[in-house]
């Protein structure tokens, strides 16, 4: 069993940055593959990132890629994201993931209670 919980969110005008971070914990957070998703009002939850355990291997959404960074520190069972040059479209509650296997867009375990992201244009 893991638990996560998210921090770092918060209001930021557009062109800034943020970093949230996921501290996790429970066993064995070294081998999960950790994600964070985002939902939008009136929208579905989507994949944002995602990091395998070694930290060796990310994966961005399209909408993201160059702006955001996902990184882990397994020693300290967490796992970041660093969003730059923010756009009142990544306006969402964040949320941090979990699974055993490989990273996937979905068929996520273990979910954080989220947290708030709001872009001021």
């Known amino acids: 069993q893991v638990q996560l919980v998210e921090s770092g969110g918060g209001l930021v005008q557009a062109g800034g940055s943020l970093r949230l971070s996921c501290t996790a914990t429970?066993?064995?957070?070294?081998?999960?593959?950790m994600a964070w998703f985002r939902q939008a009002p009136g929208k579905e939850r989507e994949f944002v990132a995602g990091?395998?355990?070694?930290?060796?291997?990310?994966y961005y959404a399209d909408s993201v890629k160059g702006r955001f960074t996902i990184s882990r520190v397994n020693a300290k069972n967490t796992v970041y994201l660093q969003m730059n040059s923010l756009k009142p479209e990544d306006t969402a509650v964040y949320y941090c993931?979990?699974?055993?296997?490989?990273?996937?867009?979905?068929?996520?375990?273990?979910w954080g209670q989220g947290t708030q992201v709001t872009v001021s244009s």
């Open positions: 990091i395998i355990w070694t930290g060796g291997s990310t």
């Open positions: 993931a979990a699974r055993t296997g490989v990273l996937s867009l979905n068929n996520y375990d273990y």
């Open positions: 429970g066993r064995a957070f070294s081998s999960y593959t």
